[in-house]
Each structure stands twice: as structure tokens, then as C-alpha cells.
């Protein structure tokens, strides 16, 4: 049963894919792929209570697994790709080009959290990062397509590390499997692990945002369409959670790396909280908050890895899971006030509550996720450096929900047109829906409830709200950062690359005259003689 | 190496599979361009079969099919000898010409009431005695006799170029015909030494007899820089562009995916069936140099054309680099040589397809909107939806994304680099598929970006089908089973690992 759901999460994808090469086939097909996440849904929830399943198709080298991790993140994905995708395809009927990187892109999104082996889990990978790019840079905005480059420039980047990380890793399995689970065992004992590990941190950290690679989310989530930014922030970003979820070797202590990641981690995360405090679009915002939360991720995970702590994968699928919920109903919210114009007192309280989830208010499922972490954070330096970065996210939402409220009116009126009408209507809905669902997931929601957690949770938030009001009514001025920051300076240095080209040319030019062509050949016969007599 | 028998069963395929081309072509001189283009489009699918015959005679014998000419055994005789890379090499060989061929019907056509169309004939027999040159070399057991496969490919190749007799068309084919003569004589001149030295040329005989003579290595050097230049590997790169960019679209598809690659089948022959005996890391070392300039280089140059049938030559010039990974990753006995040779072939295979796909595709647009400027692209992909796909997985394999063979080469390249401890041909592999992306970008996001392309002449489905299918099988590609690799093994020496 799970073996054919496992199956179907990816062919469902693929048949819709199909279709769309079928001229007559394709707009009902775009139209329908809302269904096409159902059965990933479906293998999520059986998978949550099961164990861990493998499928094998020895022929076709491909091999499929679920685990709890990844049962979790692959439910809540899907269910975000249904509704998004339901919601705008009913409320518009988005062009073939938008609808097909869509379909591609939610085939990825889904695909990683079931790819076993490692081919499929690059193909997927590289489904869920390269056509996304379709969503949003197609435009005759400079600024989209700017941000359209860069968005890509990092992902093939991150791609090449990542096939290099899994030739390593693949060239580390002695028996010459490619299955994951086969060379993460063997990876401890490879000779390449450092530099495994090296690709493996910076090509799957390009996609959550890790400094110095963080640039380019903030503009790829002010460029994107609300919708796009909400399953991108959500669900997308999530590839890079499993891929370090499946490719830090969790059961075996590594101190060094594993603290050298955590480091990592919280300079992350207090450092989008400093760049997104100087922000004041809501968009850039929340990117700058989904940087930091995932600086969080990686410093959990490093921790677990520094420990040889096995659950940290299981914790911070929980915590990338109610992520994954907020901050796509968070793009939402934007969408829903825009186009409410003054937001009544109750939808400020569900906003609120939504934006501070991500700090851990009590009630919330932050606080669950808060408490998902806590194995890793639980004491000395690690803790302290948590609960700070709770109060920083705190400060950093409450900015958000600031200028949320501020909006300018041609930024309202983008925001109103490009989420759908039923999911403004549904938005209460969905804020709740993001609210409570961790609570049916969460391993010991009662312990949440304690008055000792409530309190544990409350006091970082009250810090947090406290010092961004009182920040805003000190009127003193953030410094102008420029939305992506570092990415101005790789901008700078790409540009020096590309003034490097007419050297090349002229260098080309030079090649290729004769007589230089014919003393080419007299060295190259040359330098074979040579090579030879060594 | 065990003496070779004189003639297997299934040895006469391989004669039929030369003379079949050969003959296609001595009488479509004699009847004219109108029976010309019959006889070519005719023999293409029985070319086909026979490749794949010969392909099934060679999995079922699990050894080197074989024949030697009229009964005599090397070294008296001549000897044609197909092993498993040599019947991928046919098939990849008779699907292309096939390819082109039909796409070259619509432009070399000899129209009605007219008696003879001097392009038409050119091409129609051109492009067989390529095919037969093509088949020759991948079959020859004899290095004299690979010489003259070469020469043969090289006039068949060089008038394809200058087809429409246009003066840029022609200094580029001159240019081509001079630098390739330049490496026959190189070649031909380390021919000459060998045979000095062991009184023979045939490939499995040369084997048993070479020694680490300086002679020896001076004959090869000769012999690998005439193969380099035929091959146009950077520097030697200096005919490939104007060439490639200025022949029809059915031309450059076979040119650039298949006659460059005659020449470097050779460069294999050499040193995987001539010299494996014999300390090569420090030449290969030296080839896998020169293909990462290549790689590099290429790329650069690709990126910054504005042509984008210039932009795809230079991309060949980049993509001929990574063949050349395959010396130092394929070289000797190792455990991991199985995974660079494998790679090398898949690059072979998937760059053919890809290329050949990309040129008919680029051909299609240069007639559809009446340039091929990428500048002018906007909204090319609306208009064009088929080609542009065609564009897109063919650009696919060459930056090695999955699902394409160009994924698989990369794949099993990098894995070969880390298991044999070479991680610095990594770099070249890498950077080179970042570059691609670059290249690939440039096409591809203006064509697909909003606006309205002026569509002159909309370009026949059949034609842009063609073009498409040659790309599907480049990412078909990806999914070959180990039986394949398996396959591409048979006869070469050292294979599996036994011992030298």
C-alpha cells in the first residue's frame, strides 16, 4: 500500500507532466495538477505512523524511501501545493509557460522527500530549484530579471557542488551502491568525507540562505508573485532542510563540523534578523525571517551532528514542517491585508499570532517547534543563543507586522492582485489552519500546555515586541541596506569577471591565426614527448 | 592478447556496412543529384539495421566481432574488427546521418524541371561518404588504413562546408581542408615510424609488440597532434567555428556531432588499443590539460557570441574538451578506469545527439525568423515552441543536468576523479557546466521571455520533429542500464579490471 502511494507521489507529477505535452490536453491538465500532490499527501500521512519504507527499481537504478522526517515535511508540502495550486487555478487561469515551471517545480518539491538514491534525489533537487525560475522572472521588470539571474546563478552553483558532494559520496560506498542510505553509511569511513561534507553544507546551505549565500532570497521573494512566494518560501526551501536532514551523517559524532555548522547556523540566524530589521518592504521581510529561521535549522542540526544525535532529524523536519506552514500563510497575509485595506482587531491578533509562531509564542505551533528543538539547545551556550534568537525573531516579526500595516498603496495593490480571491476570503482559515496543525503532529503537545514551557516561551516574544516598539519609538533610523545585501558585492565581482571576456576574445583572435595555430601543434607534439620521457 | 581468428561469424557485416555508404555514394555520382537524394534517404534505414545487427552480434558473442579481407590474417592482411564502443559508434553514426538526411530534404531537394541541382549533389553524396569514412574508421583494425578513412572523412567533410559557395563559406572550408591536411601528415608521419619499428600496422598486433621506445613515443605524438587537429581541439580550434557556423544546419548537425568525433575515435584507438601497455599518465595528464583550456575556453567564447549558430560551435569547441578527460580517467588497469571509460563514451554519444539536435534546431530558427541573432530571440518560444525545446534539452545535456546523457557523462567523469584521486579534472567539469548554463541562459530566457517574434516562414513539423527526436534520445541517454556500460567494455584492452 505505502510502496504504491510512494510510487504514485512521484507519478502523479509525471502524468501531468505529460499531459501538457499534448496541445489539446494541456490547459485542463495545468487546470487539474492541483490533485497531482494527493497521493504525496496521502503517502505522507501513512508514512508518519509507519516505519520507514524503501522501494527499489534495481532496472531503472531509482529508489524511493520514506521515513518520519520525511513523511512529515512531504504531507505538509503537499497540502500547501494543493491549496495554493487549487486556489489559483481557480481564481485565474495562469499561462502555459507560469502553469508548466509550476508543475516542474512542485514535482521537485515533492520528489525530495521521498528520493532514495542519489540520481534521483539530484534530479528531483534540481526540478525544484531550476524551473522556478519561470514563476517570477519572466518580466519586463530589470529588478525581476535581476533577480532572476541571481536566483539561478546560485542554484546552478549549488547544483555543481552537490554533484560534485555526490560523486564523492558515491565514490565512498565501496560496493558501488548509489542508494542514500548505502553511502551515508559508508561515508564516515570515506576518505573524502571532509570535502563531502564541505559541498555538501554549502550546496544544500545556498538553497536555505546560509551567509554568505543568502542574497538571493530576498529577491527572489520580493520578485515573486505572492502565490509563487508562498510555495517557494514554504515548500521549496524545504529542499534544502531534507537534503542536510539526509546528508549530515546525524549518527555519528563529528564534533568539529558539527560545531562549525552550528556557528554557522546562529550567524545566520542573527544575521537576518540585523539585514531584515533594515528592511521595509513585507516581503523582504519574511525572507530575511525564513533566512534566520533556517540559520536555526542548520545550528540544530550541526549541534545534533557535533553529538551524534540521530533525532535532531526528526526535530528539525517538525520545525521546518510549522515553518513551512507560517510562512506561506504569511505571504498570504500580506495578499489578505492588502486587500482589506485596515485590518479589523481580530485579524490582527490571528496576524500577530501567525508572525510570532515563528518566535515560539505559546499556543502556537512555534511553540511546538520551539519545543521540538529544545534536545539541541538544551543547555549552556546553545540554549542561550536560542532563546536570543527568539527574542530576535520577535523584534524581526514585529517589524514585519509594522509594515504590514504601512504599506505603500501601490505595494497594496500588487500584493491585492496577485494573491488569489479565495484565498483572501479563506485567509482566517488558513492563518488558524497554520496555527493548529503542528498540534496534531507534534510528538507531546501536552507538555507545550505546562505553565513552566508557557512561560519559557512567553517572556523571549514579550522581550522581543517590547524592543522593536520601543525601537520604532525611539525614531531612531535603521542604516539603508540594500534588499540582499552581500549580493551587491558578488554583482560587483561577477562584473570584473565578465570585463575579463574581450581578454579572451582577443586571446581567441590571437589562437587562431596560422602561425600561432601551427606552433600550437609543434608544442603540443612537444609537450606529449615530454610527458612521456618523465 | 590471444591471437585474433581471421574472421568471426558476422565478420561480413562489417564489409557490408563500409561498402553499403561506399556504394550509395559511386552511384549517386553516376545518376545525378534527383537519384542522389533517393539512394541517401534509401540506404539510411538499412544502414541502421546492419549497426544494429553487428551491435546484436557483438553483445551475443560477448567478444570482438571480426574480418579479415580477402582471408589473409594480419599482418598480411587487412583486418576490420568491431568491438562494443565501435557498433555504439555505427548506430549513433547511421541514426544521425538518418537525422539529417531527412531534414536536408527540404533544402536539397532538386526542384522539379530542373536536371541537376549541383548543392543537392554535393550534399547527397557527401553526406554518404562521410557515413562510409565514419563506419571505416570504426571498424579498421589498421592504422594505414585508418589513415585513409580519415582522408576520405576530411574531402567529404570539407565540401559540405562551402555548399552554397558563398566567399566566407569558401575561406572557411580552405581554412578547414589546409589545417586538416596539416594533421594527416603529422599523423601519417608517426604511421610511418611505427611501421619502421614493428613492421606492422595492425592495431591488436602493435599491442603485443610496443616497448616505451622514445620512438615509439614520438610517433604517437605525431600521431595524437594530426588526430588533435582534425579534431579541433582547442588550440588547435582554429577551423571548427567558421566552419561549423557558416555549413547548413544539416551539415554542421553531422559535422559537429559526428565527423569531429571520427577523428578523436581514433585518438582512443591509439591509446587504449595501440599503447595501454605502456605508462600513459603523464601524456593523458597532458590531454586532459589541453581539454580543460578547451572547456574553459570554449565556454567563455560561447558565452559571449551573438549568433547562435556561432555560439553552438563554440560550444562544440568546449564540449570536444571533455572528451579528452577520458585519457587520464580511463587510463590502465584501475578499478575506476571502467567509470571514466564509460564516460567518456556517454559524452561522446550525448554530445552527438545534443549538438546535432541543437544545430538542426538553430538551423530552424535562422529560416523561421530570417537570422539567428540571439538579440532579436524575444518571444521566439511562443512562435517556435517545438524547436525551442528542442534548444532546451539539447542545452540541458551540454550543462549535464539530469535527465540527459551530458548528466551521465558528467556523473560517471566526477566519479572516476574521486575514486582514482584526479579531483582536479573535477574543476574543469564543473566550471564547464556552470559556463554551459551561462550560454544556455543567453538562448533560452529571451525566447522564452513576452513578446511577439516576426515569424518569416514557419518551419515544416517533420523537420522540427526530427530535430527533437535526435534531443529525446540525448536524455534517453540517461537512463542506460549497467548492460549498456557493460557492453561498451567489450574488447577493449584492460577491460574489467584484469590485469595488463
Redesign the interface.
Known sequence: MIAALLVATLAAPAIFLAACFVGKWRERALAWQFLAPAPGLAAGIFGLSHAPVAVDFP???LSLTLDPPGALLLAFAALLWMAVTAALWRDRAPGA?FGISWLLTMFGGLGVFVAGDL?SF??VY?LVS?PAY?LF????DPEKRRA??IY?AFA??G???L??A???L??GEPHGSARIADVMAALPASP?RD?ALALIVAGFGMKIGLIPFNGWMPLNYAAAPIPAAAVLSGAGVKAGVIGLIRFLPLGVPMEGWGEALAALGFLTAFYGVAIGLAQRTPKTILAYSSISQMGVIAAALGLGLARGDTGAAGDMAFYGANHLLVKSALFLTIGAVASAGRLSRRSLVLAAALALSLAGLPLTGGALAKLASKAQFASGMPALLATLASIASAMLMTHFLIHLTEMSGEAAEDARRETPAVLIRFWPALALGALLLPWFFADAPGEALSLGKIWDGFWPVAVGVAAALGWRRSGLAAPKIPAGDSIVLYERGFARMMAL?PV??T??AR????P???A??LL??????A???? | MIAQPATTPGGFLLVLAVLLPAAGTLFSFALGSRAAEKIALGLTPVGFFLACLVAMKVAAAGAPIAYAIGGLPPPLGIALRADGVSAVMMVTASIIVAAAAFYARAKFATPDGVEESRGALTFWIMIQAIWAALNLIFVGGDLFNLYVALELLTFAAVPLVCIDGRPETLAAALRYLL?AL??SV?YLLGVALLYGLYGTLDISLLAQRVG?A?MV??A???M??GL??KTAL?????WLPPAHANAPAAASAVLSGLVVKGSFFLALRLWFYVLPALPTA??G???GA?GALAVI?GS??A??QARLKLLVAYSTVAQIGYLFFVFPLAAGAHVWSPLGWSGGVMQILAHAFAKAAMFLAAGLVAEALGHDRIAGFRGAARALPLTFLTLGLGGLSL?????TGGFEA??LM??A???SGQ?IW?LPI??G??LA?GYV?RIL?PA???GEAAIQARPERSREAIALGLAVIALALA?A?QGFFDFLEIGRPFASGSAP
Request: aromatic content about 14%; proline content about 5%.
Open positions: 532496472g531503472l537504478g509557460r540520481v539530484y534530479l534540481a531550476l519561470g522572472a519572466f518580466s519586463e532572476g539571474a539561478l546552478l552553483l547544483e555543481a557542488l554533484l560534485l555526490f560523486a564523492l558515491a565514490a573524502w570535502a571576456g579572451f576574445e586571446a581567441d589562437l587562431r591565426q596560422w600561432a595555430a601551427a600550437s601543434l603540443i607534439v612537444l609537450a606529449l614527448l610527458a612521456a620521457s618523465i | 589545417f596539416f594533421g603529422s616505451a622514445p613515443w614520438t604517437a605524438a605525431l595524437t597532434a588533435l587537429a582547442f588550440p588547435l580550434h582554429l603523464a601524456p595528464a597532458v590531454l589541453l575556453f567563455v567564447l558565452l559571449r550543462m549535464g543536468l539530469p535527465p558528467k556523473w566526477l566519479r576523479a574521486a575514486a579531483w573535477s564543473l566550471g557546466g556552470l548554463g541562459y530566457a522564452l521571455a513576452d537512463f542500464p
